[in-house]
């Protein structure tokens, strides 16, 4: 092989190397690398109902079809990777979830973990017309994963359904119980 013949099959491997395999991501989804390239539609954002306020939540990940009859674009985020604060709520308090969505979610399901990731719950099923945290946990840190499923094929039998899924994480700090006692009345 010569010389001319090697340089062009090394420029050409490289240049399809980086065509195909995209430039490095540093972990963003396919649409802030390749803008317009993947049209996703607006995604469902999630957020707690918290007593001091609203708790927006980190995106885990999302698997949703670019169009009608075409693919899907999934992207899974690092696991916990964007919670920094875990606010505090009392123990056995219920925190709705807020949605921002064009339709309502078919599904809906909580993940529990502990702030090291070791799996307390597992998929336990919310209300999607009114989805609600019960958080009966004892005192300590938590990671949240809430997951909602919008159908893609909503005509479809419930069985035959396809599904579009985000999911956010969010951070809480189950506080103990109070064990003061009231006082005793003055005499």
């Given amino acids: 092989m010569t010389a001319p013949l090697k340089a062009f099959l090394a420029v050409l491997l490289v240049a399809t190397t980086t065509f195909a395999c995209g430039p490095a991501s540093g972990g963003q989804p396919a649409e802030r690398e390749w803008p317009g ?15 001091s306020g609203s708790i927006w939540g980190t995106p885990s990940h999302y698997c949703w079809r670019i169009k009608a009859g075409g693919g899907r674009v999934c992207h899974e985020y690092e696991f ?17 979830v807020g949605i921002e969505s064009e339709t309502t979610p078919d599904r809906m399901f909580v993940q529990t973990f502990t702030r090291h990731g070791n799996l307390m719950a597992d998929f336990v099923q919310l209300a999607p017309t009114y989805p609600v945290l019960d958080l009966d946990l004892a005192p300590g840190h938590y990671n949240i994963r809430v997951i909602g499923q919008w159908p ?13 899924d985000v999911a956010y994480e969010f951070g809480l700090r189950i506080r103990a119980k109070s064990s003061c006692l009231p006082s005793a009345p003055a005499r």
């Fill in 152 to 164: 893609d094929n909503p005509g479809a039998a419930y069985v035959d359904r396809l599904y579009n």
């Fill in 37 to 51: 390239a993947w049209p996703v539609p607006p995604l469902p954002v999630m957020w707690l109902e918290h007593p």
């Fill in 80 to 96: 916990w990777s964007g919670i920094d604060d875990y606010p505090e709520t009392a123990p056995g308090k219920q925190i709705p």
